[in-house]
Every structure is written in C-alpha cells, then in structure tokens.
C-alpha cells in the first residue's frame, strides 16, 4: 500500500516562500507520478503541478514561474518549492498519487499567507 504525508506548510508573508514536502511509503517509488494539488477555503480542490516517473513536469497556469516541483528517489520524497506567494494561494495543500485505480491522499499541509 501506498501512503504519502505532507510536511512543510506554515505562515508566511506575501511574496515569501515555502517548500513542502510529500514523503511516500510503499512500492515503485521512482515510477509513480505525483501530484499537488490545493484546497483553498469555499473552494474546490484544485491542480497545482504534477512530476511524473521520468521527471517530467506540469504547473497550473497560476502557478507557472513561481512554484518549482522536484523530485528525491532515493528519499521517496516530492517536493514543492513556491516562490512568491499570494494571499489566495492560502490553502491546504495535499500531494496525490494513483495506486493501481485507486487515489491515494496525503492528510494536507496548511499553508496560510498573511501579512
């Protein structure tokens, strides 16, 4: 079984940064593709960015040239680096995976933005 645990979240000032984390446990690691995604409140959860088993990548549009998603094979570990944050990216955010058919979730990491 696959379970994945967020980490990083927190307070920081618009404009500041953050880099979260998404530990996984579980098998085929360095194939499985990840994903981020966020879940501001009254709204729907919604796609940040995504990092398949090659490396490859994707951002959502209002993210792209802020938020940089990586990956750690050896630590079975994705991360998100986001720059320049905005008060409505206040969220938790969660990373994602696909586990056979089945979505696998992350409990979440808050992260507010506030000045």
């Known amino acids: 079984q696959v379970q994945l645990v967020e980490s990083g979240g927190g307070l920081v000032q618009p404009g500041g940064s953050l880099r979260l984390s998404c530990a996984a446990s579980?098998?085929?690691?360095?194939?499985?593709?990840i994903d981020w995604y966020r879940q501001a409140p009254g709204k729907e959860r919604e796609w940040v960015a995504v990092?398949?088993?090659?490396?490859?990548?994707n951002y959502a549009d209002s993210v792209k040239g802020r938020f940089t998603i990586s990956r750690d094979n050896a630590k079975k570990t994705v991360y998100l680096q986001m720059n320049s944050l905005k008060p409505e990216e206040t969220a938790v955010y969660y990373c994602?995976?696909?586990?056979?058919?089945?979505?696998?979730w992350g409990q979440g990491t808050q992260v507010t933005v506030s000045s």
């Open positions: 990092i398949d088993g090659v490396g490859s990548t």
């Open positions: 994602h995976t696909l586990d056979r058919s089945v979505d696998v």
């Open positions: 579980g098998v085929f690691f360095s194939i499985r593709t």
